[in-house]
């Protein structure tokens, strides 16, 4: 009996093959995108954790219960909330969570908004250089610094003659213009170097008023442990310069910030050109978001006339001359036929700009080892302004052009606390004689009813986070002592940090991570809140839920037709096989017999084809595995790990694929199998005569 139920299914099969073709075809085609789809989710959500978890928020975030705020590092905006809560002492929080067999380490973070400011205004600059080179006794200098503000006040003449028609104070206009003839006139030159003050006061005082006001960036600065952050984070590496010295004050400048926006602007639209070229395959000629940028790039000559001495004028002139045999007249209209670029001649003017014209101008706004002023504004609302050595630039391996995992510049946590408005104690010192030379007293909300008002006298109070606006000024001698500051491992953990990363031995061990942290929270008194990587990591991390979302509602819809499909085919192929199961009826066949029939086939051709459905993904998810999915955008990068997702497959995602499919298979088939059942033997026999 058994083996009759085996071979009449196969019969059936062979014997139906349109039905066959039919429904073997939709099991192979579900299992296939099930297979290749549930891979492919799996791989990027592999990928991007790897992403988050190595480039900043470890496995899992701990920070204060004081607050209701959700901690965001990625989107929905920076650090999810205004106010995120104080770890006070971080010493005790590390101590107690390292102790945690699941845990390998936690580093402090705390997250500042701040603002530098470059590229000023190019006169000032000339003169102060102008100063430096008269008190050497630098002719050659001097006269190259001359030659540069002239080209400056060429251009500013030109712009202010255009204004004379439609200006409406004249008589300003009329003044800036004779002060800007009266520098290109040799006899102003005269007495530069007999009486300098008189020449170089009327330059600060009438020229540099009229030039550039430079520019401001704003950057959202991490301050971390800079020695336990690249031991931790492993895709951290330093592309330029050096890693902070241990124990010293410093700021390192993610890659991606210091290519894209503290990059003199020629170098980075012409960056950006050879990207969409040569990585993205795009043409100047189709692209016009890449035409518009190519059309604007001959009107940014001053980016480099500027920055070139009149030596160096003269030097890339001839060489201009030597490349564009057909660009006639001075340098500014060499320099505009050079930046005119297409397909074709892109390469070659790409190479020459960096060979040729990057070493004669300042490519950066800051070079390594130079100090930066950072400008923030603290707590309390006050300004803060910080000056730090810059000591280089980093990136995350694999994610190189990822503008998300160069979202951040680091510093150590000692700058952190002060621009974030942590006091010191000398701080502190000077606050308190401020206090006692006006007898101001800080009192708190509860107090503050009976001090005014003739009540019990209230206690003072003292806060290590400040609590009185005003302007941070620190003396070039005191900022200079800042630089040079040294501190021990235990001033970093002794102190205020906003969150701590919490790195783990296993990532697989995170539900268990999470439990011991609750539990020695709760034994110790910690008050901390934590979130997974994805939680922390905001849209960013959610962003897996969407896709896998959007990938099962898509085969739902796709089974739901398969299942109409191969349910009517079903019923039909009953409808034809009317008199062979009345004749089997006839013979004493009973009902579940047949049901078995009609279930075995459904089983065995879904076997069959869902096999061959889920060896064809993972046939296309080896091949894929190894020439790598490129990623079509700059998110795509963050999101894969990297410039290509490798995906990967396991037995787990064969055998779903194959059981959720003959599973719909078999549900699809049950209905036509019970009409099968309920034909009667007599019916069948009559409809055969």
Not at 183 to 189: A, D, I, P, R
Not at 207 to 220: N, P, Q, S, V
Request: with cysteine; charged share 25%.
């Amino acid at each position: 009996m058994n083996r009759t139920l085996i071979l009449i299914p196969l019969r059936n099969l062979a014997a139906n093959k349109t039905t066959s073709l039919i429904v073997g075809s939709i099991i192979f085609f579900g299992t296939f995108l099930v297979v290749l789809g549930t891979s492919l989710i799996d791989s990027i959500d592999a990928s991007m954790s790897k992403s988050i978890t190595s480039s900043i928020t470890g496995h899992i975030q701990v920070y204060s219960d004081a607050t209701d705020e959700k901690l965001t590092l990625f989107g929905g905006g920076f650090m999810g909330g205004d106010n995120m809560g104080e770890l006070r002492n971080f010493a005790d929080i590390r101590t107690e969570l390292e102790n945690l067999k699941e845990v390998k380490a936690v580093v402090p973070m705390g997250f500042v908004n701040g603002s530098i400011s470059g590229g000023g205004n190019r006169i000032d600059q000339i003169l102060e250089e102008m100063r430096d080179a008269l008190a050497s006794a630098d002719s050659v200098t001097l006269e190259g610094l001359k030659g540069q503000l002239q080209t400056i006040v060429r251009d500013l003449l030109e712009s202010r003659n255009k204004l004379l028609d439609i200006a409406e104070d004249q008589v300003t206009l009329l003044q800036s213009i004779q002060d800007l003839n009266r520098v290109l006139e040799t006899s102003f030159w005269d007495s530069i170097e007999s009486t300098p003050d008189k020449t170089l006061n009327f330059l600060e005082n009438n020229i540099a008023k009229l030039g550039d006001t430079g520019k401001i960036e704003y950057l959202r600065n991490l301050g971390t442990d800079l020695e336990r952050f690249p031991k931790y984070f492993d895709r951290f590496e330093i592309t330029r310069g050096q890693m902070v010295p241990a124990g010293k004050r410093g700021y390192i400048i993610s890659t991606q910030m210091y290519e894209n926006r503290l990059k003199n602007q020629i170098a980075r639209q012409f960056d950006k050109i050879h990207k969409d070229k040569f990585d993205f395959g795009k043409s100047i000629a189709e692209d016009p978001d890449l035409k518009s940028r190519v059309d604007r790039l001959p009107r940014q000559y001053r980016r480099i006339t500027y920055e070139l001495t009149p030596e160096n004028s003269r030097i890339l002139a001839t060489k201009l001359e030597k490349l564009l045999p057909e660009a006639t007249g001075d340098l500014v209209s060499k320099l505009k036929v050079f930046l005119n670029v297409n397909d074709d001649n892109f390469k070659s003017r790409h190479d020459f700009f960096y060979e040729v014209i990057a070493p004669m101008i300042k490519l950066y706004w800051f070079n390594i080892g130079d100090t930066i002023t950072i400008r923030s504004v603290t707590q309390s609302g006050y300004y803060k302004s910080l000056n730090v050595i810059f000591y280089g630039t980093y990136r995350f391996k694999g994610l190189e052009e990822s503008s998300m995992a160069g979202a951040f510049n680091l510093m150590d946590m000692l700058s952190f606390r002060e621009l974030y408005g942590v006091m010191t104690e000398e701080m502190k010192s000077e606050m308190e004689e401020i206090r006692k030379e006006v007898e101001f007293q800080e009192v708190g909300r509860e107090n503050a009813e009976d001090l005014l008002f003739g009540g019990a006298e209230s206690e003072s109070t003292t806060d290590d986070v400040d609590s009185v606006a005003f302007e941070s000024t620190v003396s070039p001698t005191e900022a200079d002592a800042l630089i040079q500051e040294t501190f021990s491992d235990k001033e970093i953990n002794q102190g205020l940090s906003l969150t701590g990363a919490v790195i783990l031995h296993n990532q697989k061990d995170i539900d268990q991570a999470l439990a011991a942290i609750d539990s020695a929270n709760n034994t110790k008194q910690l008050h901390l809140q934590t979130t997974t990587w994805q939680g922390a990591s905001g849209i960013v991390g959610q962003l897996i839920y969407v896709i896998r979302g959007v990938l099962y509602f898509a085969i739902f819809i796709i089974f739901l037709v398969a299942f109409v499909i191969i349910n009517n085919s079903m019923v039909m192929a009953t409808t034809e096989r009317t008199p062979e199961i009345g004749a089997m009826r006839a013979i004493g066949a009973h009902r579940k017999f047949v049901m078995r029939i009609f279930i075995l086939e459904t089983l065995i051709l879904g076997i069959s084809t869902g096999v061959l459905g889920a060896c064809a993904a993972a046939g296309l998810l080896s091949y894929l595995g190894t020439v790598g999915i490129p990623a079509p955008a700059d998110f795509f990068i963050f999101l894969f790990s990297g410039k290509h997702l490798y995906p990967t497959f396991s037995i787990s995602h064969l055998l779903f694929g194959i059981t959720v499919v003959i599973l719909i298979s078999v549900a699809s088939t049950i209905y036509p199998a019970r009409i099968a059942t309920q034909v009667e033997p007599i019916v069948a026999m009559r409809g055969r005569d």
